[in-house]
């Protein structure tokens, strides 16, 4: 039926953003680190890693991934912990619209501010599957602090407990 897929025209990542993406023009890359985390469900807290990407196709949306592993003592990887992706919409009235999804069944909806150099978001909505785990709502900052470090700090309120602090990372641009 098909003999062959067109070619798409255009590169994945334009040389110009969209002029709505201003705001978090530094956001865009791929940035590593590392983290703590904990909740009150939890047995202990944990080290992770992280690793998060921003990027555009050109339009006024940045495509968003991020997967993180629990590291040991070491820093060495043990398995993997989180991963998810999504998109922002950046509005312009200077709001941005979240949408992350997750492989564990979970989807936020957000909504929140760009500030100077802080991204701050909070749950619209949450979606699961029939066996996910029960998510009430989130908090997510994203700051750029010194030149080339992200700082994000994640707040949860699952499984019956209130929203709550349930990740730190300190994550520094990627240069490879």
């Known amino acids: ?10 590169s994945d990542q334009p040389r110009e953003a ?5 705001p978090v023009l530094g956001l865009l890359g791929t940035w590593r680190g590392r983290g703590r985390g904990g909740y009150p469900t939890l047995d ?5 890693a992280q690793e998060v990407t921003f990027s555009h196709d050109g339009r006024p949306f940045l495509h968003y991934e991020a997967r993180a592993w629990l590291v040991d003592a070491d820093d060495a ?54 066996t996910a785990k029960k998510v009430e709502a989130t908090t997510r900052r994203y700051t750029l602090t010194e030149p080339g470090t992200l700082d994000f700090v994640h ?3 699952a ?4 929203l709550q602090h349930h990740l730190t990372a300190r994550l520094h641009r990627a240069t490879a």
């Open 1 to 10: 039926m098909f003999d062959a897929v067109p070619a798409y025209p255009y």
């Open 77 to 130: 990887p043990l398995r993997p912990a989180a991963r998810e992706s999504g998109w922002w919409r950046l509005r312009p009235d200077g709001r941005v619209e979240v949408l992350i999804t997750q492989p564990t069944g979970i989807a936020e909806i957000m909504a929140g501010t760009v500030d100077g150099t802080t991204v701050a978001l909070a749950t619209e909505g949450v979606a699961l599957t029939p």
């Open 155 to 157: 707040e949860l309120a």
């Open 44 to 48: 202990a807290d944990f080290a992770y």
């Open 159 to 162: 499984v019956g407990q209130p």
């Open 18 to 22: 969209h002029p709505l993406l201003a």
